[in-house]
Structure formats: structure tokens, C-alpha cells
Nanobody
Framework: QVQLVESGGGLVQAGGSLRLSCAASGRTFSRYAMGWFRQAPGKEREFVAAISWSTGFIYYADSVKGRFTISRDNAKNTVYLQMNSLKAEDTAVYYC???????????????WGQGTQVTVSS
């Protein structure tokens, strides 16, 4: 089993930036693809970004392209989501997830963190 813990969420003004972190433990972290998802109140959890274990494959939701950057540091067992130019519609609980093969579909991920709240004021 892989354990994931998100951090870095908070309150930020529209146009500002935040960097989320996801610390992983258990098994072999470097061989897992990682994804970021988010869920706003009353809405389904949606895909944000994903990165393969080698960092060679990266995918973003259209809504965050050009603003968010996913990265990972396997030596630190950590995945990051740099969020710039934040908008009110980015307000949500952000979750990181892990699976053996990169995917943009939440149903295909095996392990999930508890989430970190991001609130963007406007």
C-alpha cells in the first residue's frame, strides 16, 4: 500500500500562487504514476494533472493548462503542484493519487490522500 499526505493548501487572492505537496511512503514510490484531482462542493472529483514515474509523460486538464505545473522529486518521495494565476473557480479540496500507470481517470487510481483545501478569494 502507498500512503499519501497532501499539504500546502490555504487561502490566496485571485491571481496569486500556491504550491501543493504530496508526500508518499510505502512500496516503491518512484515507480508510481501520480495524479492531482480536485473536488468542489456539490461537484464530482475532477482530474487536474498527472505525471509518470519517469516524468516523461505529463497531462493537464484544459482548465489549468498554462497555469499549473506538476512535478516530482523521487529522491524526496514527493509530488508537487505549482498553481499560478489562481482563479475563484480553482477553489476546491485537492487530492493526490497514485497508480502503476499514468491516467487521467479517477476510477483508475488505487491510492488517495486525504486532500488539502485551496480557497481562492475574488
Amino acid at each position: 500500500q502507498v500512503q499519501l499526505v497532501e499539504s500546502g493548501g490555504g487561502l490566496v487572492q485571485a491571481g496569486g500562487s500556491l504550491r501543493l505537496s504530496c508526500a508518499a511512503s510505502g512500496r516503491t514510490f518512484s515507480r508510481y504514476a501520480m495524479g492531482w484531482f480536485r473536488q468542489a462542493p456539490g461537484k464530482e472529483r475532477e482530474f487536474v494533472a498527472a505525471i509518470s514515474w519517469s516524468t516523461g509523460f505529463i497531462y493537464y486538464a484544459d482548465s489549468v493548462k498554462g497555469r499549473f505545473t506538476i512535478s516530482r522529486d523521487n529522491a524526496k518521495n514527493t509530488v508537487y503542484l505549482q498553481m499560478n494565476s489562481l482563479k475563484a473557480e480553482d477553489t476546491a479540496v485537492y487530492y493526490c493519487a497514485a497508480r502503476g500507470v499514468i491516467s487521467t481517470k479517477k476510477n483508475e487510481y488505487d491510492y488517495w490522500g486525504q486532500g488539502t483545501q485551496v480557497t481562492v478569494s475574488s
